[in-house]
């Protein structure tokens, strides 16, 4: 006799955790804290040294020549789009899976969003799909590295090379992966990072943005700062007042004890990422036994940063969709999520840009069944356990049986 499903928690049963575990977390050390108060008793708060300083210690982490910080992932992708030369009536080729930020930034330039589709198994951008979208008036092709794995970028830079298009990476998702051996944010002509805390490192809020283009950095550098050239600290060393400006810029600029918890946090981006790994593999392992739960696949020649951890439920084995499969995980307390709502499907993007339902079947089918579950690097082993407790427990509830029953007969 096989043993009675035990009572979900959202059909009054205990559930599995007492307190909410979130999908993602920071983890912030006294060293991190000392960082920070030292720069708080200095002089300079903010354009002073060790801006620089993060970006060096970034720069060099990611294996590219140059890194500019600022103050949102959303101010990098800003930045680098005006770096990328988008200016009104630009088109601009852009994955219909990702987080609105990555496509909003080029409208705020004018640019006009195409949408990609994705690969069914990954929910990467298609590389077959883009060169039918290139009109006279493409820019750019924005690959963003959802979950944490990475683009295939040989194959992108095969058709922006082509076409002579720029090519950039969202690679807020993948800080500390790899493709083929060549490390995330040296991988795309402008490549952007967030350092919100749910990111694999934080600063409160910043970003960054790492290019070999010494030029594009330079611009960038001027863009957060109101596009005026020189900033305050330059300003005081030469002893001067004066600055011109050709183009209005933003205030992007991210504070010094900001940047000293992001080089404190960028000590231990190895350890992490091993961590993330891990558990993703002990994820990997619990599920392989599920009939109607799939991880996204994971491509044997990337190293997976593990910002997220993405499984599909099949809602033809389930007596559930996947809201009721998210509410049950919820009232789990496991702070189950879904990333993302295709971006076309946005009321902004459906009104302003005419984008519509079918434009992106990969994506918006994938968007139906994904579930996002808890995955952060300072999770323990236990948090972990709970978490494929509480998945095994809601699938094996909702799943239907395709046994075929004999009755018993004498
Ligand atoms: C987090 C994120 C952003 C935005 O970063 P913020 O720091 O929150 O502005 C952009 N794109 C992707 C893919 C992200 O995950």
């Known amino acids: 006799m096989p043993a009675m499903p035990v009572k979900l928690a959202i059909e009054g049963g205990s559930p599995i955790r007492s307190t909410l575990l979130p999908y993602g977390h920071q983890s912030v050390s006294e060293e991190d804290i000392a960082a920070v ?106 690959a963003v590295d959802y979950a944490g794995q990475s683009c295939d970028y040989d194959a992108l830079r095969k058709i922006t090379s082509e076409y002579g298009l720029m090519l950039m990476a969202d690679s807020c998702h993948a800080l500390g992966g790899n493709y083929k051996g060549r490390k995330v944010g040296s991988l795309a002509d402008l490549n952007t990072f967030s350092f919100h805390p749910v990111k694999p490192i934080t600063t409160g809020e910043g970003g960054m943005i790492t290019t070999d283009s010494e030029e594009m950095a330079r611009q960038m550098r001027q863009f957060r700062n109101h596009n005026i050239t020189s900033d305050h600290r330059e300003r005081q060393e030469q002893g001067s007042w004066a600055y011109e400006m050709s183009e209005p810029g933003m205030n992007y600029r991210l504070t010094d004890f900001q940047c000293a918890l992001g080089m404190s946090q960028l000590n231990r981006l190895d350890e992490w990422t091993k961590r993330r790994q891990e558990i993703a593999q002990k994820y990997d392992w619990a599920f392989s036994s599920l009939k109607a739960i799939a991880p996204l696949k994971a491509k044997s020649d990337i190293s997976h940063a593990y910002h997220l951890y993405v499984i599909r439920i099949n809602p033809e084995y389930l007596h559930a969709d996947r809201e009721k499969i998210f509410q049950s995980l919820r009232a789990e307390n496991i702070g189950a999520n879904v990333h993302y709502i295709p971006v076309h499907l946005l009321k902004f993007y459906r009104e302003r840009f005419s984008a519509r339902e079918g434009l992106c079947p990969a994506a918006e089918l994938a968007f139906r069944n994904i579930i996002t579950l808890p995955l952060f690097s300072s999770m323990s082993d236990s948090d972990a356990e709970d978490v494929i407790e509480a998945v095994k427990k809601v699938h094996d509830r909702y799943l239907i049986s395709k046994e075929v029953r004999i009755p018993s007969c004498v």
Do not use: Q
């Open 37 to 142: 108060n030292e720069v708080l008793r200095s002089d300079w708060l903010t354009t002073g040294k060790k801006v620089g300083e993060f970006e060096h210690a970034f720069a060099s982490v990611t294996g590219a020549k140059e890194a500019v910080v600022v103050n949102s992932g959303t101010a990098a992708l800003h930045c680098a789009y005006y770096a990328a030369g988008i200016r009104p009536g630009d088109e601009v080729i852009v994955p219909a899976m990702t987080f609105s930020a990555t496509v909003n930034a080029a409208v705020c330039l004018g640019a006009k969003p195409v949408f990609c589709d994705c690969e069914p198994d990954t929910l990467l951008i298609d590389a077959e799909k883009i060169e039918k979208l290139i009109t006279n008036k493409t820019k750019a092709v924005v």
